[in-house]
């Protein structure tokens, strides 16, 4: 009996140790892909074992699919931005032959 409850606890400390170092590498933090300067949106790509500076957020793989969702966003925006700059060439096309409009 005594032999069974030692190698039931060596067997728990055992198991223990296992998952304690599994635990540590889990809760290592996980690797920077990029660091945001906030105001600016600049993505800065930082090497090796460089971290992000002060006032830079870091970016990691949890942050993936809020980039590709502002990516999405971006890629919209220039869109819009294309079409009223041809809308505000039509209008200033359209504009240069009224007397009124061009006192030049």
Known sequence: ??????????????AAVICSSALEGVAQQQPILGCVKPGTGL?????????CKEGETPLGFND????VALRAQVVQLQE?????????ANVK???????E????
């Open 1 to 14: 009996m005594k032999l069974a409850n030692r190698f039931s606890l060596i067997a728990g400390v055992l």
């Open 43 to 51: 993505l800065r790509i930082p090497s090796g074992d460089e971290g």
């Open 64 to 67: 993936l699919p809020l980039l």
């Open 80 to 88: 819009q931005v294309q079409s009223l700059q041809e809308e505000l």
């Open 93 to 99: 096309a359209c504009t240069d032959i009224i007397p």
């Open 101 to 104: 409009c061009n006192p030049g």
